[in-house]
T-cell receptor
Framework: GAGVSQTPSNKVTEKGKYVELRCDPI?????LYWYRQSLGQGPEFLIY????????DSGLPNDRFFAVRPEGSVSTLKIQRTERGDSAVYLC????????????FGQGTRLTVV | AQKVTQAQTEISVVEKEDVTLDCVYE???????LFWYKQPPSGELVFLIR??????QNEISGRYSWNFQKSTSSFNFTITASQVVDSAVYFC??????????FGTGTSLTVIP
């Protein structure tokens, strides 16, 4: 597609369940970012991939959060044992390369943990 | 430490008025990039502009203009002759050499017809 695609657009899950959020970056973009945005706040950095490897995962809040990008394109953000505090919009962005390019964002996945 | 401050939480203007959105940043890096993004109700962040730390030249794009001043660590955004379609949340962001984006808390702009 032309832009960054995230699925699902909305996800409601019960506390304690496992969820996966998917991001399809713009074709050819080597850098991929995950952000989390709580209501009324700016996006908060979670993790950044350059190719297949996580170049910086310092933003992941705890070990319940994990992300992969096995083939350097699609990425999956995985959250184990979800908690109500995980409820937020999870944004994915990609850029042609790290360092100078602007990042293009998807529309996000709204996760609600009940 | 990197930090972006957008002191204006909400702004309302009447259509055709000019409006300036403020952004102040903190960083110890000498090389960094500043960005503005627009987030309409649909939720997607729309890229507006990127400026690197070595380029203080102001930029104008249609009704949009940006004023980058390193001396005051500010990167302000002005919309001239505002329109209802400009209503959105606007985020200022800083990207350092580590490639993380640091976003401000956003300014919600409402343009009243």
């Amino acid at each position: 597609g032309a832009g960054v695609s995230q699925t699902p657009s909305n996800k409601v899950t019960e506390k304690g369940k496992y969820v996966e959020l998917r991001c399809d970056p713009i074709s050819g973009h080597t850098a991929l970012y995950w952000y989390r945005q709580s209501l009324g706040q700016g996006p908060e950095f979670l993790i950044y991939f350059q190719g297949t490897g996580a170049a910086d995962d310092s933003g992941l809040p705890n070990d319940r959060f994990f992300a992969v990008r096995p083939e350097g394109s699609v990425s999956t953000l995985k959250i184990q044992r979800t908690e109500r505090g995980d409820s937020a919009v999870y944004l994915c962005a990609s850029s042609l390369r790290a360092g100078t390019s602007e990042a293009f964002f998807g529309q996000g996945t709204r996760l609600t943990v009940v | 430490a990197q930090k972006v401050t957008q002191a204006q939480t909400e702004i309302s203007v009447v259509e055709k008025e000019d409006v300036t959105l403020d952004c102040v940043y903190e960083t110890r890096d000498t090389t960094y990039y500043l960005f503005w993004y627009k987030q309409p109700p649909s939720g997607e962040l729309v890229f507006l502009i990127r400026r690197n730390s070595f380029d203080e030249q102001n930029e104008i794009s249609g009704r949009y203009s940006w004023n980058f001043q390193k001396s005051t660590s500010s990167f302000n955004f002005t919309i001239t002759a505002s329109q209802v379609v400009d209503s959105a949340v606007y985020f200022c962001a800083l990207r350092n050499t580590g490639n993380q984006f640091y976003f401000g808390t956003g300014t919600s702009l409402t343009v009243i017809p």
